[in-house]
Every structure is written in C-alpha cells, then in structure tokens.
C-alpha cells in the first residue's frame, strides 16, 4: 500500500478519505474491472463511491469480498463505501427497501455513507437511468418524508452517515428546517472550472462536508467535455510544478477541504491521482486558479421539466 490518503472527520462523527474512486460508467464496464478495483486498493484507496444508477454496486461487492479473501484489506471497516438513492426511489416507503437492494448487491451489511442522488423523485417503477430520463415522470419531492426514512435508515444501522447529492444551498437550507439527523456531505460538481465557492462556503458554515464529483471535467462521459483538461492556466502551472493537470486540480479541490472522486481504470492514472497530498500550490498559482473563467459542466437539464417541479435550469440549481 501507498502512502495514507488524509480523512476529513463528518459531523456524524465517521472519518471519510478525501480521496475516493468512482464507478459511474461512461461506457461499458471493462471485463476487469473488479481486478482493477483490487488493485485500487492494493495501491491504497479506500473510498469507493458507487450508486444504484451507476449499475456497478455488483462489481464493487465483488471486489471487496475479493479483497478481503486475499488479504489486502484486513476487514470490511477499512474501507469507506458511498452508494446513493436513485431518484425513482426516492419516495419515503421506498427508501428502505431501494438501500437493501443496494446492501445485497455489495454483499455488505451497512454503507458508510448513502445519498439522495438528486433533488427530486420520479414516479416509482420507472426504468432506472440517469440519462434516459421520461420528463413526465419527473415529480417534487418531499424532502421531509424521504429525508426521515433515510434518518430511519440510519437508526438501523444500515448506513454510518447519510447525506445529498446535487443540492444548492437553498435546497439544502428547506431540508435542514425539518430533520433530526443533518446530512454529512453534499457531493456536488466541483472542479477549477467550476468552483462552488458560494456552495462550498455555505456547507461549511452548516457543517456539511462538501465531495466532489466530475473533478477533472467528466470529459469521457457523453455530456464531459476537455475544457479542465485543456485549460491553457493549469497546463501551465503543471508545466512549472512538474505535475499532470490532473494532479493540479486534484491539489486544488483538496486545498478547499472537499473530498475528490476520481474515476480512472489505468492503473498508472489511479496511482497519480494518489500523489496529490505531498506538495502544495502557492499563492500566485491559488490566485491564477481563483481567476478562471466559470462554467458549470453538468448543465443538470435533464432534470427540468414543464410539468416538473424544476421548469428550468436555474429552478434547479437556485443560481448556485
């Protein structure tokens, strides 16, 4: 194992590594990619982040029982898993049965942390996709309700810390005015192109740690783009540390205090990813970063509707 990935302490009081690997496919799954996983782990990752949409919670069980049979991790507590719940579950008699599928699928008996995947819900039994998305079956949710069951979750000791993904701050604030347990994370799109710092700002005043996903662009996926990668002000500040651009953003996210997901199945990219936490960015080159033109990656107009509770793309992000 490489070196120790830092951890952030989550106000439910559990550790999560601020680096973590992620699983949404933009493609087919390569054929080994459970031994991939494994080798993540060998390499020292110990974050892994999946989600029922994803359709990759199998693997990943499949790679942690493996795992643990071959000894590179020594038992189910040294790993932290992150699954999340799929909008057409997200309906409060839904919920509990939505994360014991997922547990059956990891082979595990808890998650350390489960999320509301987006702020809003489908009508139930609709089919499972995050790009195919019937916009008729797009429908409010009730944070309230679907919030206590994920609190109900948690009592019963199916998931360590529960949370939201894709929430601005006013959605996060209408949340937080009715729950018992606060969420502990809100993994949102953070990259130097898109920096979150109002977002950022405010869940750390609520207490809320903040996980990035989309940290180098997304640009494999159908709606990524190279803009991070390609950016002329980080290749060159690369350029200067002797780091990738990778690494540059990686370094960055991480000087914020919020977690990275990085998804790579090359072992020599997964490996860079991990280097990230021995050397710093001055201040001139914070300053450059500061100053990069924003725009959001993920526009999120899959989720708006005109007969939803989102009409349009501002509705749902709140201008965040």
Known sequence: MEGVIPEAVLNSGEKIPMIGMGTAPTGPLPDDVVSTLVAAMEMGYRHFDTAAVYGTEKVVGEAIAQALQQGVVKTRDELFITSKLWCTDAHRDRVLPALKQTLERLQLEYVDLYLIH?????????????????????IPMDFKAVWEAMEECHRLGLVKSIGVSNF?????????????????????????????????????????????????????????????????????????????????????????????????????????????????????????????????????????????????????????
């Not at 809003?120 to 998305?133: H, L, R, T, Y």
């Not at 949102?188 to 192109?193: D, M, S, T």
């Open 118 to 138: 987006w702020p809003v819900s489908m009508k139930p039994g609709g089919e499972m996709s995050a790009v195919f998305i019937n916009k008729d079956d797009i």
């Open 168 to 320: 601005s701050s006013k959605k996060l604030s209408q949340l937080m005015a009715n729950v018992k347990i606060p969420p502990a994370v809100n993994q949102v799109e953070i990259n130097p192109i898109w920096q979150q710092r109002e977002l950022i700002h405010f869940c750390k005043e609520n207490g809320i740690h903040v996980t990035a996903w989309s940290t180098l662009g997304a640009f494999g996926a159908p709606w990524g783009s190279t803009t991070v990668m390609e950016n002329p002000v980080l290749k060159d500040i690369a350029a200067k540390k002797g780091k990738s651009v990778a690494q540059v953003c990686l370094r960055w996210i991480h000087r914020q205090g919020v977690t990275s997901i990085v998804k790579s199945f090359n072992k020599e990219r997964m490996k860079k990813n991990l280097e990230v936490f021995d050397w710093e960015l001055n201040e001139e080159e914070l300053q450059q970063i500061s100053q990069i033109p924003q725009h959001r990656g993920f526009s999120g107009e899959f989720y708006t509707s005109p007969t939803g509770p989102y009409k349009t793309i501002k509705e749902l992000w709140d201008e965040d």
